[in-house]
Each structure stands twice: as C-alpha cells, then as structure tokens.
C-alpha cells in the first residue's frame, strides 16, 4: 500500500496554447514535405482530437485513399 501523499504542485501543460499549436502546425507542414509524395491538409480550428469528426477531413480522407501513389 503507498502511504506517499500525493504532491502539492501540478503541472499544467495546455495544448491549445497559440505558441504551442504554432509550432505544431509548421513541423506538421515540414513533415509534409519532407515525405515522398506526402501532403498537407489543414482544418482551421481543429486538432488531431476532433479532426476525424469533420466532414473536410473525411472528405480529403477518402480522396487521399482513392489516389494511386
């Protein structure tokens, strides 16, 4: 059994943060790039979270699938 309280501080990390989806999305770009025949689709105001429930996602989702590489 742990008798160890737990810490008093917590550590907050928020992924909304403009500065921290910045660089998300220009590493998401460069990956892009950087991979043969690769793409890049953006959904303003979307994350890798909700993404799958938008109808452009799904749209381009279906697209890249019936493409031949």
Same mark, same amino acid.
């Given at each position: 059994?742990?008798?160890?309280?737990?810490?008093?501080?917590?550590?907050?990390?928020?992924?909304?943060?403009? @500065?921290?989806?910045?660089?998300?999305?220009?590493?998401?770009?460069?990956?892009?790039?950087?991979?043969?025949?690769?793409?890049?689709?953006?959904?303003?105001?979307?994350?890798?979270?909700?993404?799958?429930?938008?109808? @452009?996602?799904?749209?381009?989702?279906?697209?890249?699938?019936?493409?031949?590489?």
């Amino acid at each position: 059994m742990n008798t160890r309280a737990a810490p008093a501080h917590r550590y907050a990390c928020s992924t909304r943060s403009p @500065a921290r989806s910045t660089r998300i999305l220009e590493a998401s770009r460069a990956l892009a790039e950087a991979t043969p025949a690769g793409s890049f689709f953006e959904i303003p105001g979307r994350n890798h979270f909700d993404a799958p429930t938008s109808r @452009a996602f799904r749209d381009a989702a279906i697209a890249f699938l019936g493409t031949e590489a």
